[in-house]
């Protein structure tokens, strides 16, 4: 499950209990219940948005975002690039950070998800 597929669950979750909770005379429930949501997937989004240490990354092939601070060999330059854990080579004993664009590798120290893609008139 992506992470904006797991924002979509949890806003359904909170949409569903909301009408569910009664509204107190006193107090409304229904309210605090949202704000507290509303704070949680704040948080948790934030701490998405944070770079991680590249030993905390998926190796399932799942495409994220690398931050390579020595370069990729031609220059000094510092690379941030999409890239995936995958085979580098033909027998299947190398499997190295390979960048989604082009035949390179990067040697990353933090990663961080892909954000969600912005909605196109075609999907709306």
């Not at 510092?78 to 080579?89: H, I, K, L, P, Y």
């Not at 082009?102 to 893609?117: A, E, I, K, M, S």
Request: contains cysteine; aromatic residues 10%; charged residues 25%.
């Amino acid at each position: 499950m992506t992470l904006s597929h797991e924002f979509d669950a949890l806003a359904d979750a909170a949409k569903l209990y909301m009408e569910r909770v009664p509204v107190d005379g006193e107090s409304n429930y229904q309210l605090e219940a949202y704000y507290a949501l509303r704070d949680a997937l704040n948080n948790r989004a934030l701490k998405a948005a944070e770079w991680h240490p590249i030993e905390t990354a998926p190796k399932d092939g799942t495409p994220i975002l690398v931050f390579d601070p020595r370069g990729d060999g031609e220059d000094e330059a510092r690379t941030t690039a999409v890239g995936r854990w995958g085979q580098w080579s033909a027998d299947g004993e190398i499997y190295c950070w390979l960048m989604e664009a082009g035949d390179g590798w990067v040697n990353p120290t933090h990663w961080r998800p892909l954000p969600t893609p912005p909605i196109t008139d075609k999907e709306s």
